[in-house]
Structure formats: C-alpha cells, structure tokens
C-alpha cells in the first residue's frame, strides 16, 4: 500500500491560508452584525476595544481599532443593543477568528434616545437653552396665536381657560396635525406665516399627551430652532410628557399641559380688577385723611389770634383745597370707568370672534386627520372626517362631494 501524499503546512501557513479563505469572500469584507455587548474592555495604552458581540444561541470576538473608536459618537458598554459593520478575518497568532468593528449603532429605541440626547447637546453648546435669552411674557395681549390640532381637545381646553380669564383676547388658531409624517412640515409651515403677524402677542405651540412617538415632531431640530427665531415670546406646551421635549427647552416658558399654558399666557381679569379696586378705595382713604388732617391743621391756624385778620385768606385756600379734591376724585373715577368701558367693548369683539359662538349659531368645523378641511377636493370618498358641533362631535365617512358652482 501506498500512503497517501499531504502537504506538510506551519501553523503559520495554515493561518495564513485560511485568512486568506476569509478575507477573499466578498461576503465578509463589509457586512453588519446585531447583537449585545459583554466583556467590553478599552485598551488603555492602544486604544483599541475588545468586546464580545452575542445573541441568544451564538457570539463571535469583536476587535475595533482606536481609529474607529474614536469616530463613535457615544460610549459602547456590556448590555448594549448594537449594529456593529465590519468585516471578518483570522488573528492568526491564535488561530482564532474575528470580526474587526468599523462602526457600531445602537437599535431600537436606544438609537432615538442617543440621538435626542446628542441633538439637545448640540442646541445647548449654541445657546439655545439659555435663560439670558429667554423672553418675559406680555401682562396683557390682545392677540394669541395657537399652533395645535384644530379638532384636538388641547385646543378647546386653551379656549375654554382664555375665554374665561380674559375674554378680551383674540385667539388666532394656527390648525395642524401633530403627530406623523406631516406634523413637522405643516408646523414649519404656519409659523413661518405667523412670524409674519406684527399683532401677535403670544405663541402658544403642542398638544395634548400621548407616547414618545407621538411626540417625536416636538423634537425636530428644524422646528426648536424655528422656534428660537420667534419674533414674540413663546410657551411649549407638549402635555403629558416625563421627559423636556426640545421645542420645550427653547421656548421662553414651557408648560405641563395645554391647559397650563393657557393660564401662563393671560391674565385673570377678574382678579385683576378686584385688585385695582382695592387699591383705588385705598387711595381714596388715603386722599380723604390727608384732606381731613390739613382742614383740622388750617383750622388751628385759624383760631389763633395772630392770624386772625387772614381769616378770609385761609377760608380761600380751604375752598380751593376742597376744589382740587374734588377734581382728584372725578378723574381717578373717570380713570376706572374708561377702563372698564374698553373691557366691556373688547368683550364684546372678541365674543363675535369666538369659533364657539359661531358653532353656537348652527355652523361646523370639518377636520379630518387634524386638518380643518374647507375645500371637497381636500377628501376622498370614503375618507373619515370629524365634524365639531357646538354640542359635540360627530365621527363620519365621506359618501359623496360636491364643489359650490359659484
């Protein structure tokens, strides 16, 4: 018998071969690889990191050079969801295989939170966050913009507060949808054409709760650095929400809730006028003990007898002190009843402006997905629209359209 021939290898050339096996599959020259993090170890003198990328059932021995290392945006520890890319080859000192880790993502949720967390640290650096910057709210405006859902209970909380506190604001509604693909474009959108408004007092900006993704829009870096530019001051008012959203942290106040907001922006008018009140029967007090200290002083002076032949001179002055009291009280009551006729006339304005007083009067409001709609052609058949009556809402679906002929 004839015994087989064999090459006869090294170690070191059969390391070498199957490297070489590795390194040569287009396969394994760029691919990505999911997993978590354990055994992380940063080489303090090289700088390169060691870790070990597992899942449920398998792990291969991860190497990634300080050059990459220092290019990742955020720290990698044991526990971490990651997508590392890469490629595979041998170390073969060890004979042992390896993926060599260029860049690593972390996935899911982390991923959003990373970058969030990145973006909030990169408006801060700028200044964005400030309190120097921050502006103080108006005691009294007279016109309030809203930017919210139209058909949103957040918006009809903010009427309901303002209308009660201070009828004599104007609200001026900005409608738009706040969750979803259009939320961030139709925001940018309206206050663009706001910013536009020299009337405009006040800016209030959110909606009502919901989860992190439904408030992902308030964290666009587009919209917080639109809303740094406002030309009047602002309120955030992204309700619900455990954690600052970014359109929270420029704004120059932020609120828990559209509710809130509503009581930041104005004032309570009634109380407000309880206190005038009370200080004006103050002044009143204060205008009577002066007058009455000055008659008993002036009547001293005019019974002694060294002063008796300005006994005449005296009384005039009397007189013409009693006169300028009177005329004092005349123009401080005057004062109040002015004020009260132009709160009585601008209640009255703002009345025939409310979108609920026209509701009242047998209209609607037709939204659909958070858009108020005025046009057919804004709709498809078989599209769902909610209809906002005075009572109520009404939740239908579309069976035919017709556009006015005129």
Known sequence: MHSPSFTVLSVKQLNFYVKSLLEGDPRLSLCAVAGEISNYKCHYASGHCYFTLKDASASVKCVMFKSSAAKCPFPLHDGMQVICCGRVSLYDKD???????????????????????????????????????????????????????????????????????????????????????????????????????????????????????????????????????????????????TDLSVCDLVADRRAATPSEAAELAVPDLAEWMAKQQ??????????????????????????????????????????????????????????????ADELSLMATRLESLNPLSVLARGFACVTADGRVVTNPDEVAIGSAVQIRLSGGRLDCRVERKEKNEF
Request: aromatic share 4%.
């Open 278 to 339: 009370q200080l004006l029967h103050r002044i009143r007090l204060a205008v009577v003990r002066k007058v009455e200290h000055a008659t008993l002083q002036l009547r001293a002076i005019k019974g002694r007898s060294a002063f008796a032949g300005a006994s005449v001179m005296l009384h005039n002055r009397m007189m013409l002190l009693d006169h300028l009291t009177d005329r004092a009280m005349r123009a401080v009551n005057q004062s109040v009843q002015r004020r």
């Open 95 to 241: 004979g042992t295989y390896q993926f060599y880790v260029e860049t690593a993502e972390p996935t899911g949720q982390g991923n959003q939170a990373l970058l969030l967390a990145q973006l909030k640290e990169k408006l801060q650096k700028e200044g964005l966050f400030d309190e120097g910057r921050k502006r103080p709210l108006p005691l009294f405006p007279r016109r309030i913009a809203v930017v919210t859902s139209g058909g949103g209970a957040a918006l009809q909380d903010i009427l309901k507060i303002i209308g009660r506190r201070c009828p004599v604001c104007e609200i001026v509604l900005g409608s738009v949808s706040v969750q979803g693909n259009r939320s961030v474009p139709e925001m940018l959108s309206m206050l663009t054409e706001l910013y536009e408004d020299s009337t405009i007092d006040t800016l209030i900006i959110g909606r009502g709760g919901g989860s992190s993704e439904d408030l992902a829009a308030f964290n666009d870096e587009r919209l917080a650095r639109l809303v740094a530019k406002a030309p009047f001051p602002v309120i955030s008012a992204v309700g619900h929400q």
